[in-house]
């Protein structure tokens, strides 16, 4: 087993701890109220990360959904027993920008409680559920800092059909929301290539792509070891057994179903060729001055 270069980055490792049926991809085909009636695949396929990191001694975040929280307290509590980061996922799994204001406040104060009622320890980070932060929702980051976040990983420096703030920063940085609060974020990876920026984070990008092209695309975007990025995954991703929506469209199939029964192995190497932490060990480690964008410029980036 080959170990990642000693002066490598410290890249972040988090997981959105949700089922197959909370996927924006298959929201077409799977409506919320059949979520409590379908069969939960969430907790084993955590348990499986959870004992892939043990073994290779990586602490992660846990960006979990409340609705998962709320159903399995006890793995939760056992990610936090084992040293790893508790963050946010919002409660409903609903994308920020189609929430009003209210609704959006109302379920993230929920949320937060929830979780830190299990683990005994204040939560300070928070993940959108499909990265929703946009330069149509940035008030959300008012929202979660007046319900006491400070970080959150949320905002995707590209052009994407459902999220994107294209031009932010794709470094650890900071904004400073329009009440006049700090937030760090920690956005999600893009390489450049050819000038384009090129998702290279995790999720379908990470089974989709062949590993090599990945693993070049994450070192291109830490400038070849230069910065820390940011690395997710689902626990349904690792899961080829997880029941088949055939009646979803193509791309949402593409989307979900391609290469599940090879991205267990794949995040192992993953594992192998970089170092990783949680998120705020991550963001902690990056020592050069972080950028402070107020949040009225992150508007006219987009
Ligand atoms: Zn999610």
């Known amino acids: 087993m080959s170990s990642p270069e ?3 980055p410290l890249h972040a490792m988090s997981i959105d701890v949700e089922d197959y049926f909370h996927v924006a991809a298959l929201s077409g085909v799977i409506s919320a109220e059949q979520w409590g009636s379908l069969p939960s695949r969430v907790e084993q396929n955590t348990e499986r990360l959870l004992e892939l990191f043990d073994n290779h001694n990586v602490k992660a975040t846990f960006f979990v959904l409340g609705w998962v929280a709320d159903r399995f307290p006890q793995l939760i509590r056992k990610l936090a027993d084992h040293g790893h980061e508790i963050a946010s996922h919002g409660y409903s799994h609903q994308l920020i920008y ?6 959006f406040r109302e379920e ?6 929830l979780l830190e009622d299990i683990i005994g320890l204040e939560v300070n980070g928070y993940r959108a559920a499909s990265y929703s932060i946009t330069k149509d929702s940035l008030w959300a980051l008012d929202i979660l800092s007046e319900a006491g976040f400070t970080w959150d990983s949320s905002i995707f420096p ?6 994107g703030i294209p031009g ?4 650890p940085y900071s904004i400073e929301t329009a009440n006049g609060n700090i ?3 920690f956005p999600l990876t893009t390489a450049s290539v050819m000038g384009m920026a090129i998702p290279a984070a995790g999720g379908g990008y990470f089974r989709q792509f062949p590993y090599p092209v990945f693993r070049y695309l994450f070192r291109n975007a830490s400038g070849f070891g230069d910065r820390p990025q940011m690395f997710y995954l689902h626990p349904w991703e690792i899961d080829p057994d997880q029941p088949r929506y055939s009646d979803a469209s193509w791309f949402s199939r593409f989307r979900h179903y391609t290469n599940l029964d090879r991205c267990y192995d794949r995040l192992e190497r993953l594992l192998q060729d ?6 705020s060990e991550s963001y902690n480690a990056f020592d050069s001055d972080k950028t402070l964008l107020p949040s009225n410029q ?5």
């Open 183 to 185: 937030m760090r974020e």
């Open 6 to 8: 000693a002066k490598s």
């Open 158 to 163: 590209i052009r994407h059909d459902r999220y």
């Open 274 to 279: 970089f170092r990783f932490g949680t998120v």
């Open 108 to 113: 993230t104060l929920r949320s937060k409680k």
């Open 298 to 302: 992150m508007i006219r980036l987009a």
């Open 168 to 171: 932010s920063p794709s470094v």
């Open 98 to 103: 189609n929430q009003s204001q209210e609704t």
